[in-house]
């Protein structure tokens, strides 16, 4: 099995450069309920756990430092998908209780640390849109401030159970 994240980072890894197309036309097919949004989620986040073993991403002569750093950030994932499934719920009923513990606080600062790292993302889709001449519609902040916190809270199960089969080497099967 592989992923295209493993190619990707194997040949920065060997000091190759990655590219996009502007003009590229890319068809996917599109879970059609949560148990198979729940599968993908699963195996991609497999992929970047198997990535990650596979590639000497930091210890790479060839991988430019900017390569590295944008790799590293995939490194937040696993401990994001944690604390929102972990962390965050507890804190917020340690909060209710009256019990602030220090954990607690910190434990919420997965929130905006999550949100920042998609508006990240988010700003730079836009400036790729831009530079093709897409015409962009025009979002509601509110709602994608949801979308992100919803959408995280519901697939976090799934990429946990990812990232540990990937750790643990369960069998691939998909």
Avoid: H
Wanted: proline content about 3%; glycine content about 4%.
């Amino acid at each position: 099995m592989g992923e295209d994240i493993v190619l990707t980072w194997q040949l920065l890894s060997n000091g190759y450069e990655t590219n996009f197309a502007k003009n590229a036309i890319a068809y996917t097919e599109v879970p059609e309920n949560y148990r198979k949004l729940g599968n993908q989620r699963k195996r991609w986040a497999r992929g970047m756990i198997e990535a990650f073993k596979k590639n000497k991403i930091f210890t790479s002569k060839k991988m430019s430092l900017k390569s590295k750093f944008l790799i590293s950030l995939n490194i937040f994932f696993p401990f994001i998908d944690l604390a929102l499934l972990i962390f965050v719920p507890l804190s917020l009923i340690f909060l209710a209780f009256g019990n602030p513990l220090l954990l607690g606080w910190i434990s919420l600062l997965v929130i905006p640390f999550g949100l920042l790292l998609c508006l990240l993302i988010e700003i730079k889709r836009k400036n790729m849109l831009k530079e093709i001449d897409y015409k962009l519609e025009r979002r509601s902040i509110l709602a994608f401030i949801a979308y992100i916190l919803v959408y995280a809270f519901i697939l976090a199960p799934y990429c946990l159970i990812g990232y540990i089969s990937e750790l643990v080497n369960l069998k691939k099967k998909w």
